[in-house]
């Protein structure tokens, strides 16, 4: 019913700067929040950075100050521009969003499939 497609991921120096894009598609009549997550190796999945419908954001202590997170709502877009990376940056990034579907009024959790960031020293 609805694809979350990642685009964006791959590998860079420390310092380096990256932008993911997320694509959401299917039968959407509206999107809630828009958000990023990533799981690094042997590490639990954990919220990055989220973004309203409004536009308000959220982001993790660890990436504050360095990554930013967008939207356009007319082309159900989410992105993440991640400056000043860092190796423990690296994981792979996953786009989430809460959707309601046409012809529904309950909103569902859909999924990426996940893109790899690999920032080197």
């Known amino acids: 019913q609805v694809q979350l497609v990642e685009s964006g991921g791959g590998l860079r120096q420390a310092g380096g700067s990256l932008t993911l894009s997320c694509a959401a598609s299917g039968s959407i009549s509206r999107i809630n929040t828009m958000a990023w997550y990533r799981q690094a190796p042997g590490k639990q999945r954990e919220l990055v950075a989220d973004?309203?419908?409004?536009?308000?954001?959220n982001y993790a202590d660890s990436v504050k100050g360095r990554f930013t997170i967008s939207r356009e709502n007319a082309k159900n877009t989410v992105y993440l521009q991640m400056n000043s990376l860092k190796p423990e940056d690296t994981a792979i990034y996953y786009c989430?969003?809460?959707?309601?579907?046409?012809?529904?009024?309950?909103?569902?959790?859909?999924w990426g499939q996940g893109t790899q960031v690999t920032v080197s020293s």
């Open positions: 989430n969003a809460d959707v309601i579907l046409r012809f529904s009024y309950q909103s569902n959790m859909y």
């Open positions: 973004i309203t419908s409004g536009g308000t954001t």
